[in-house]
T-cell receptor
Framework: KAGVTQTPRYLIKTRGQQVTLSCSPISGHRSVSWYQQTPGQGLQFLFEYFSETQRNKGNFPGRFSGRQFSNSRSEMNVSTLELGDSALYLC??????????FGPGTRLTVL | KNEVEQSPQNLTAQEGEFITINCSYSVGISALHWLQQHPGGGIVSLFMLSSGKKKHGRLIATINIQEKHSSLHITASHPRDSAVYICAVRFTGNQFYFGTGTSLTVIP
């Protein structure tokens, strides 16, 4: 069974631009969560989707948004990028809310 | 204020040593996860606990709900165990919070 995939793996953007990251969960998994990891703040929870509905949201500004499609694939969008948005963005999928399976992450650099 | 406290931050051990990493949290939880992150960023979920104890190979995780405390033990440590270990907690309000991680180096 294929693991969680994330695209792109690396991304360089400039301040003010927007970015869309994609996550394809393990087949059959309906829950997808997104996390941001930075050296200063560590891992932080962004949001969680289940069956196309946002189930939980972390403490991030409205510039961070996401969605989930009917095939469980998820995207997250960050608008008006700031230097501080440079981070590793991880998604994880879950079957029934138990063990989380993480993707390799997208490393975003904002210049 | 960090809702999840992890200790120690850094740990160096000789191969074969018994290792303990601790995690304390502040309020009621629905589940606690132990994660392992290797250099390069890949994260693997080691355990999910809501009570008691779980064992997988040389790894053992315990949780004491009353004391709001969990420990991850590694028996007979090996250099391949070198990684960052992260405690993650899902509070009953369903928010996820993470510890700052414990960087483990096992020396041959």
């Amino acid at each position: 069974k294929a693991g969680v995939t994330q695209t792109p793996r690396y991304l360089i953007k400039t301040r003010g631009q927007q970015v869309t990251l994609s996550c394809s969960p393990i087949s059959g998994h309906r829950s997808v969560s997104w996390y941001q990891q930075t050296p200063g703040q560590g891992l932080q929870f962004l949001f969680e989707y289940f069956s196309e509905t946002q189930r939980n949201k972390g403490n991030f500004p409205g510039r961070f948004s996401g969605r989930q499609f009917s095939n469980s694939r998820s995207e997250m969008n960050v608008s008006t990028l700031e230097l501080g948005d440079s981070a590793l963005y991880l998604c994880a999928s879950t079957l029934g809310g138990f063990e989380q399976f993480f993707g390799p992450g997208t490393r975003l650099t904002v210049l | 204020k960090n809702e999840v406290e992890q200790s120690p931050q850094n740990l160096t051990a000789q191969e074969g040593e018994f290792i303990t990493i601790n995690c304390s949290y502040s309020v009621g939880i629905s589940a606690l996860h132990w994660l392992q992150q290797h250099p390069g960023g890949g994260i693997v979920s080691l355990f999910m606990l809501s009570s008691g104890k779980k064992k997988h190979g040389r790894l053992i995780a315990t949780i004491n709900i009353q004391e709001k405390h969990s420990s991850l033990h590694i028996t007979a440590s090996h250099p391949r165990d070198s990684a960052v270990y992260i405690c993650a907690v899902r509070f009953t309000g369903n928010q996820f919070y993470f510890g700052t991680g414990t960087s483990l180096t096992v020396i041959p």
